[in-house]
Antibody
């Protein structure tokens, strides 16, 4: 069964850091672009970052550029998101997603909640 | 950035009746080189991640019931649920993947009347 499982979320103080992980199984991870998408509970979906097959190409939303870093370890079938200088507006559920045809997300993880509060 | 605008924000439809959701992009998302519209539709049920229903504006993802259909081209798109079932209660999002950043519509909540 194809699966993505996120971990690493939690309560963080403003200005703090967190490292999110996304463990992939059931498919050939190194053949897939990957996304991080976030969602404030009850609100819409917002693209955060993308990474290509081997990590040589990365892209970020303007709102997180310079604070977030996406990476992957294909040997461990794991995607990462290092989030630094956290702000209250970064509070959200963070989903990892596998990129399918052209740019849709055909496999999603269950998400991990990052709450930024003092 | 391409802005995706969905309408209505919510709708309530009787079981077995048709539900129609609209999505409009701020610029064309039709790629003239391959004549494909770079639009996807997702369904999100409470407490769950989104699920891909349709891509290329009208191609159903494997396993998606045929009561779900997508149409439209250029800037105007529609998701239709031909005969609403109880399990279709959810929020539906459109997404453009024509260029980066990919962007989503604000969502449409579908309930049973």
């Amino acid at each position: 069964e194809m699966q993505l499982v996120e971990s690493g979320g939690g309560l963080v103080q403003p200005g703090g850091s967190q490292r999110l992980s996304c463990a992939a199984s059931g498919f050939t991870f190194r053949n897939s672009w990957m996304y991080w998408i976030r969602q404030v509970p009850g609100k819409g979906l917002v693209w955060v970052s993308s990474i290509d097959y081997d990590g040589s190409v990365t892209m970020y939303a303007d709102s997180v550029k310079g604070r977030f870093t996406i990476s992957r370890d294909n040997a461990k079938n794991t995607l990462y998101l290092q989030i630094n200088s956290l702000r209250a507006e970064d509070t959200a559920i963070y989903f990892c997603g596998r990129v399918g045809v052209a740019g849709v997300i055909n496999l999603w993880g269950q998400g991990t909640l990052v709450a930024v509060s003092s | 950035d391409i802005v995706m605008t969905q309408s209505p924000d919510s709708l309530a439809v009787s079981l077995g009746e048709r539900a129609t959701i609209n999505c409009k992009s701020s610029q064309s998302i039709l790629n003239s080189s391959n004549n494909k519209n770079y639009l996807g539709w997702y369904q999100q049920k409470p407490g769950q991640p989104p699920k891909l229903l349709i891509y290329w504006a009208s191609t159903r993802e494997s396993g998606v019931p045929d009561r779900f259909s997508g149409s439209g081209s250029g800037t105007d798109f529609t998701l239709t649920i031909s005969s609403l079932q109880a399990e279709d209660v959810a929020v539906y999002f459109c997404q453009q993947f024509f260029n980066t950043p990919i962007t989503f519509g604000g969502g449409t909540r579908v309930d049973i009347k």
